[in-house]
């Protein structure tokens, strides 16, 4: 299989994490669109997904997977171990929750960072809040859950809450979000160190 990445992409982070704790990455080739720091989608990249969005999984046959829930879903189902589900309905959709909250803040942080990129005169200050504000509330979110998350063996709402975080502290350091959150703090000061997690962070 191939993966379409970058690496900063916290969507992408989801998938390798996920084939990590699946015991699949070696299976996986990367294809870095970044060409000079600059995202650089390929005609041919353009031809399997249309939204020319990372990641997306291009599979052995030629066929493309797209959005990370279901890339994650995909390679969760090709082998039986490391499952990134619980098998229990509830807590199965309690993860799918948490996943689409960090998806969602994850989204409006790179619509802000996308707005940053533009020239000064173009940026709007309103739509940097509105998007700020889902941030805030996303957070808050997972601080009323921050005593349900794992602390080992993580499933894919542990996981996108990792990438989330590290993705808006990368992108806005002087922000520190976390500070408003401490059970989302102690939680993720464990969490973060956990080896799944480890050489995976966004960087330059
Ligand atoms: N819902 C998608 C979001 C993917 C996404 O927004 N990826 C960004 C990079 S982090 C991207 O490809 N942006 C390029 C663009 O929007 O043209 C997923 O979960 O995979």
């Not at 039986?80 to 969602?104: C, L, M």
């Amino acid at each position: 299989m191939k993966l379409y990445y970058s690496h900063s992409s916290p969507f992408v982070r989801k998938i390798l994490v996920t084939a990590r704790k699946k015991n699949l990455e070696n299976k996986i080739e990367l294809i870095d669109l970044m060409v000079n720091g600059v995202y650089t989608p390929t005609p041919e990249f353009k031809k399997h997904n249309p939204l020319a969005k990372i990641p997306t999984l291009l599979l052995d046959n030629n066929e493309a997977m797209i959005d990370s829930p279901i890339i994650c879903e995909y390679l969760n189902g090709l082998s039986d171990t490391g499952s990134i589900f619980p098998k229990d309905r509830a807590q199965y959709f309690q993860q799918k929750k948490i996943e689409a909250v960090a998806d969602g803040a994850t989204d409006a942080a790179v619509l802000r960072r996308y707005e940053q990129l533009r020239p000064e005169n173009l940026r709007s200050a309103d739509w940097d809040n509105k998007q700020k504000e889902k941030i805030a509330l996303s957070y808050q979110y997972l601080e009323s859950v921050a005593d349900t998350l794992q602390t080992e063996n993580f499933y894919i709402g542990e996981i996108s809450t990792i990438a989330m975080i590290d993705y808006i502290d990368y992108r806005f350091p002087d922000e520190k979000w976390l500070a408003e959150t401490p059970k989302l703090k102690k939680w993720y000061d464990q969490a973060s160190k956990s080896p799944l997690f480890a050489g995976t962070e966004p960087k330059k």
